[in-house]
Every structure is written in C-alpha cells, then in structure tokens.
C-alpha cells in the first residue's frame, strides 16, 4: 500500500476521470489513406452531435479539416456502414453524405457539390466502399424501394456527376471489397447472399468489364473469402479460413493454384461489420504488409515468395483492419493497452511508426490505468474462453477485500473485444471497479471453430460463459462474489438480459440497446442481419424462440436491471427495451429504463454518453453498496 493510499469503499473512490471527459474524448478514428507525406481518415466527434469529418495531414504536417459543419462523411449502407469517402488522384475527395447519403465531390479548396442524382425519397440511394478509378467513382450501391424491399449492386459514376450512376455487377444481396486489375479490365469484389453473414460464406467473384462476364474464384456456403487485391492481372490475394482460420491466399484469376502464402493458426482479418476493411496491403517491392495474431492484431511483413513474416517493432498492441498503403509507406489505426488508439504512419524501410492523431487528447496519471492482461476463463464442457482482465488501479485508494467486477460482453455477437486502452473501463476501474472484457464462444479473433460454438446456440453458450466468467472471478479470489455485476450493448444486451434470466450470479444488469424478443426483433430490424437469428438460433419455432430469448424467461430475473435505448435505433428497435422493462415491472423487479430522442444504435453525442455512464456508475455504486 501507498503511503499515499487510503482505505475507501470500492465504486467510491476519487477519480480525475468524468463521465464528460469521457464522452467527449473518443474521436473514432478510421478509414486512413496514404500518399507519401499525406494521409487522409475520418473522425466522429461527440461533442459534434457525433458528426463524421474527414482530416487530412499534408506534407507540411498540418492538420487540417476538409468538412465543416453541417456536413458529415458517414454511409448507412447496411446500417453499420463503414468506409465513406476516397481521395482523388490529383487532389480532392468523394464522400457519402450523411443527410441525403448522395456522393459528392469536394475538389481542393472548393465546396461540395453532388455528383450523384437525388432519390425520390431521402437516403433511399446509398453508397460505400467507393474506390476511384479513371476518372470515375467506383462503390456499392444499396437502393430501397417502396415496397419495402431493398436491392445493392456495384455501379461507378463518373466524378464530374454528367452521367447517372452505371450498373456494373448485380443478382446477389450483398458485394465488399472492390479491387480493379492493373490493366483496368476486370473488378474483383466479394458476395453473398441470404441467410450467410459474411464470415459464414461469400465468394470472390471477378467480372470481365468489356462485357459483364463474370465467375466465382474461390468460396461458398461455408467458406468465408474476405478482401481481394491484385498481385498482377492474372492473379489475386485473398484471405479464406477454408483451414479454420483466415490466412493469406494467392489463387490464378479463374481459381487455379491456390496456394497459401503463410499458413498458421492465427487470423489476418476480422469480421466484415463494416464496409472497406483493408486488413493487409501488398507493397510496391511485392512484399505484403499484414496484421495477424489470436486476439489483437500485429503488424508484419510478409516476403510472399518465401513465407517468411517479421512482425514490425512499433509500440502499439493492436491495430485496427483498415490498413492503408501507396505501396511504400503505411497509414493503419493502431492501439496499446496504455496507448490512445491513434492514426499512424509507418515507413515500411526504416520501420518507423509516427503517430498523427490520437482518440483521446491527454491521458490521466499513469498510475490511474489498469494493467491490462490477457486471461483464458475455465467455461463449460472443458471449453476455454478467452477475456481481457482490467484490475482496479487509483494511486490514492485502495479498498478493504476482493472488489467489485463487471463483466463486459461485447455486441455483434459475431464480434470482438480487444485490449485496447479505453477511458470507459478506466472511469470504472479508477473509482475500484473491475472489469473483465469476455470474448465468449462465437466471438472473433480465434479461428472458425471458435465462433462457430455460437451456431444455434445464441442465449446458451454466451451465456454459459459470462456465468462462467463471474465464477472464475469469484474463485480465483478477484472479485467479491456478491458484487458481480453484467453489461452489454446490442447483442451483449441480450446475453446480459438472458443471463440475468438464467443465473444468480449477478448482482445487476445493465443492457444498452439489447434484443429481448426474436420473432419482432426478425420483423423489425435492418436487412443486413434479418436472417442472422436463423444462424444464431434456428427457423422461425415459437417454441425454439420462447425458450431462448429473455422476454420469454424474465420470470427468472432477481436482480436490479438498467435498460438504456435510443429512440431512432434501426438495428434493435426501442420495442425491445421497452417490452422488457415492462416486464420486469410487472413482477417488481427494480429497474431504470432510459431513454435517449434522436440516438441511433451505437450512441453518438457526447451529451447522451456522459448520462448514460454517469447512470451506470450511480447503479453500480448502489448495487455494490455494502
């Protein structure tokens, strides 16, 4: 013990962390672009209503901002979204505009003007993943029609607007990774089709563009292809997990020798949540800059002629899957456990990182942060489970006893936590809080077979483990066993909720956004994951489904439940709080349900961030009171 240390009740203790600071400090950097001294990527800012501004870093080294408000750079395709811009070779930049999801062009120095047409409904004609290639803009386009149903294509558009968005390649439901060849005679992408997510089964396919024949390369049903790039016109990258687990691929262009560049049981590619993942990049000398790893990625050069991969020395733990190159230098999003997520530029000769932008301004006291550590969790059956542990850590308290713990489920559930650092888990762990981020069975990050344990078996294997999770705390003597607390957003929301259903193991609840009911989740919610419960769960079984989702086991919650829902979310409908809170108040069960206007799925503004966290914290502290 510090002499500098006293003896406070934990969840009370003194913290230089707000619940403002924190709102108002992740950026959610993404999506860099490089060339030579210029890099290019978003920013969301939540003391801007969460508004997406495009940076650029010129060769002078100034930051500067390419749109103000009231523009923001952000596509919905697919809900999620993802990459919403490209630069422009010779300067200037294409974007999706958040408000009426139109592409428009933003010439140097100029303001933005659309260059493509206006639907008859506003944002039913939707772009992402734009790349730009001679002359013209290059994107998925998802168009939503009047009878409700939606339709996407790839289609390119000339970047003067003259002409109207031209169809290139259509007839399946979903299309990523986009790729020209070299000689510009033939476009690369990835598809699939319902009931398939993407790391389930897609196909690369490629098209002749002088006459629209196109064919399948590699993938399939079960088979999940990811992120196609050109070696040569006559050959193609890819990443496949035909093996288990998604290594790096060299096939012919019609599907012929394939053969892997460095087999291992380890991922080089993450999960296609959002459009314009870029999880390695070939380099002008015909090495191959990759991210790889069990957990958080590394960054590493590829010699693809000898399979030889040498990790980078750069003091980061983790990057991102959206790595950005012009063939000599790199630009990705990279993180440590005790290092901001920030945008970096790596030189690929001399290896050095230098970092341009960091999510979070200025970091408190060391001594305030957790030591984060890799943990493996003792599940069901002999299953191991993997879980980031964040301990309590304040330089001026200590508590009397094992702590307080919150365990952390991630959404998706087809996602992943990493070790990041995060001031949201140290707002908690500096007050004496712990958390444990669980990446239960069906997670990312550790092979097909991993997330595979969660096919048909939603509400069963995730829960099992976060129970499992809150009994390892309590027997390795970490956590105080009646101070055991759950959290989740969206799907985490739901494991939270159909955990506090199923066990005693908790001391409370809190679910952001979270999915109570199946059968009105499958008919409300967005396209994109519409036929992901038949994967999770199984077909539609009124039964099947009673048995499995929350509302229909809520008689078995005993322990105080905090509810928080943006009204506008299109991913996970208000109903599906609102339902569940009612029924808890039906049986007396304590519970707060909150309630946020004009907050989507993911909350955005600062304002709403801060009063969720600070609602957390004031449940905990009265859960966790002694």
Not at 102 to 108: E, G, K, Q, T, V
Not at 306 to 325: F, H, M
């Amino acid at each position: 013990m510090s002499p500098e240390q006293v003896v406070l009740p934990y969840a009370t203790w003194p913290s230089p962390i707000s619940s403002t600071g924190v709102a108002r400090s992740g950026l959610r950097l993404g999506f860099p672009t490089v060339l030579g001294e210029e890099v290019w990527w978003t920013e969301d800012r939540p003391a801007e209503g969460g508004r997406t501004t495009i940076m650029h870093r010129g060769a002078d080294g100034a930051h500067r901002e390419l749109l103000t408000a009231p523009w923001s750079a952000r596509t919905r395709v697919h809900e999620y979204g993802g990459r919403s811009y490209a630069v422009v070779p010779g300067g200037g930049v294409v974007f999706a505009n958040l408000t009426d999801q139109r592409l428009y062009l933003l010439p140097p120095g100029g303001k933005p003007r659309p260059i493509t047409p206006q639907p008859e409904r506003q944002a039913w004609l939707r772009y992402a993943d734009m790349i730009v290639h001679d002359g013209q803009v290059w994107s998925v386009q998802e168009r939503h029609h009047d009878d409700g149903g939606i339709s996407r294509s790839i289609v390119s558009v000339p970047l003067d607007g003259g002409e109207a968005p031209r169809e290139r390649v259509s007839g399946s439901d979903f299309y990523a990774c986009l790729a020209i060849s070299p000689d510009g005679e033939h476009l690369a992408h990835i598809c699939w089709n319902h009931p398939r997510m993407p790391w389930n089964g897609t196909e690369l396919r490629v098209t002749r563009l002088a006459d629209g024949s196109s064919w399948t390369v590699r993938g399939g049903p079960s088979e999940s292809v990811l992120a196609p790039q050109w070696r040569d016109n006559q050959h193609l990258y890819l990443i496949s997990d035909w093996s288990g687990w998604w290594n790096l691929y060299q096939v012919g262009i019609h599907g012929t020798s394939l053969r892997a560049l460095h087999p291992v049981e380890e991922e080089f590619a993450g999960p296609l949540w959002q459009l314009g993942a870029s999880p390695y990049q070939v380099l002008a000398d015909g090495r191959i800059a990759v991210l790889h790893g069990r957990g958080d990625l590394r960054l590493g050069i590829l010699d693809p002629a000898g399979g030889v991969l040498a990790d980078l020395e750069v003091p980061y733990d983790g990057w991102d899957a959206v790595l950005a190159s012009d063939g000599h230098v790199l630009a990705g999003i990279a993180y440590g456990t005790a290092v901001p997520r920030s945008v970096v530029r790596v030189d690929t000769v001399t290896g050095q990182a230098r970092a341009l932008r960091r999510d979070v301004d200025a970091l408190p006291d060391a001594a305030y942060l957790p030591r984060t550590r890799a943990v493996e969790v003792g599940g069901r059956s002999g299953r191991r489970v993997h879980a980031f542990l964040y301990p309590p850590s304040n330089p001026k308290a200590r508590g009397d006893g094992a702590p307080p713990y919150v365990v952390f489920v991630h959404g998706g559930p087809t996602g992943h936590s990493t070790g990041a650092l995060d001031l949201e888990k140290v707002f908690f762990t500096s007050r004496g809080i712990g958390v444990l981020d669980l990446n239960y069975g069906g997670s990312t990050g550790y092979g097909r077979a991993y997330r595979d344990r969660l096919h048909g078996q939603w509400g069963v294997v995730d829960v099992e483990d976060s129970v499992a999770a809150a009994e390892w705390l309590a027997a390795t003597g970490l956590a105080d066993p009646e101070r055991i607390a759950i959290r989740g957003g969206s799907a985490g929301g739901w494991t939270v909720m159909a955990a506090c259903c199923a066990s005693g193991a908790f001391a409370g609840g809190v679910s952001y956004y979270g999915v109570s009911a199946l059968a009105s989740f499958v008919a409300t919610t967005h396209d994109f994951e519409s036929r992901y419960i038949e994967w999770l769960v199984g077909p539609a079984d009124p039964v099947l489904y009673r048995s499995r989702e929350p509302l229909g086991q809520v008689a078995g919650v005993d322990c105080p439940m905090l509810l928080l829902q943006g009204l506008s979310d299109p991913v996970v409908p208000a109903a599906q709080s609102q339902a569940f809170a009612d029924a808890l108040a039906e049986r007396g069960v304590p519970c707060t349900y909150l309630t946020f206007e004009g907050e989507a799925h993911g909350f955005r503004r600062a304002e709403t961030r801060s009063a969720a966290l600070a609602t957390e914290l004031a449940f905990y502290q009265q859960i966790f009171r002694r």
